[in-house]
């Protein structure tokens, strides 16, 4: 298979159809293996994944060393290819409690010297506040991003899970790659206002959530139970009715899946690969079993009847619970 690209935006870079979010490899799902974990990241390298998405905040840093340790055991070929985009800003605890989001000009500058040490590099592709900081002006945190970019310890800038007024203020502060936001069939918020005013802008979207934690994945089962510091334990789609209506909704995904001769992923990522050339979706494989799998969606094509059966079998909106829990969801800017 030979991987396809598509461009972040007009100010943005090149990067495979598809990239690699590394987040669930440090503890948000529960625990992972770490050698498993740096074999995914060297066989999407390998397939010609370019993209690396992480935070500063996942696993507290250990996110970030494990990518710089995956990379530094890489050939040289494959670690001069990849592009790592960083989100920044998240308040932890020891206990790992959430407590809010620090995105003033100064604090911008620190993660940035922290993550640029942890990485073990000399610049960050693409740099993102993790949410709106409801305390500092988004032009101030763009600014401070793009002094980086100045600096030459930043290539791009990115946004992450703001609304499209937020959006318009920081493009004319500085060039904006790409917004990051959940998408897919069962999150379309972004279609509203969103997605309009990103194409009007030429900016691009980095989807994640594109199996929305892995509900539409084809592997969650009814009685599965979820360790205390895997977010799926505090996600209101998983849960009671909520999961009893979603899984509902992924077996009449899986009839059309079937049809096709492909697994529920592969179709579910296709229909966002299938959204638009200005869409990349990040999947959350943490072993090459799952990444193969969705790897293998690059080869699904969906005409305008396989389209309308999923829209069918999975309308907007046919979701139960919101995507966040009640604290995490007051902090989205896009939801506003």
Known sequence: MT?????????????????????????????????????????????????????????????????AEALRTAPAALRENALVSVKFGAQRGPDGAWHGYDARPAAVRTWAAYSLQRLGVDHIDVYRPARLDPDVPIEETVGAIAELV?????????????????????????????????????????????????????????????????????????????????FRAHSPRFHGDNLRHNLTLVESLRKIAEQKGVSV????????????????????ARTRERLGEALGALEVTLDAADLAAIESAVP???????????????MLDSER
């Not at 972040?8 to 490899?25: D, E, I, N, R």
Request: with cysteine; charged share 20%.
């Open 265 to 284: 992923a592969q179709i579910a990522i296709a229909w966002v690969l299938s959204r638009g050339e200005d869409i990349v979706p990040l999947v959350g």
């Open 3 to 67: 991987m396809r690209t598509r461009n972040l935006g007009t100010a943005g870079p090149q990067v495979s159809a598809l990239g690699l979010g590394c987040m669930g490899m440090s503890g948000m799902y529960g625990e992972a293996d770490r050698a498993e974990s740096i074999a995914t990241i060297h066989a999407a390298l390998e397939a010609g994944v370019t993209l690396l998405d992480t935070g500063d905040f996942y696993g507290m840093g250990h996110n970030e060393l494990l990518i």
């Open 316 to 330: 907007a909106d046919a979701a139960a619970g919101e995507r966040y829990a009640p604290a995490q969801m007051a």
């Open 150 to 230: 100045e600096k030459g310890y930043v290539r791009h800038i990115g946004l992450s899970e703001v609304g499209a007024e937020t959006v318009r203020r920081a493009a004319a502060t500085a060039p904006i790659a790409d917004l990051q936001i959940e998408y897919s069939l069962i999150s379309r918020g972004p279609e509203g206002q969103i997605l309009p005013t990103l194409r009007e802008l030429g900016i691009a979207v980095t989807a994640y959530g594109v199996l929305s934690r892995g509900l539409i994945s084809g592997h969650v089962t009814p009685g599965r139970e979820y360790a205390a510091n895997d």
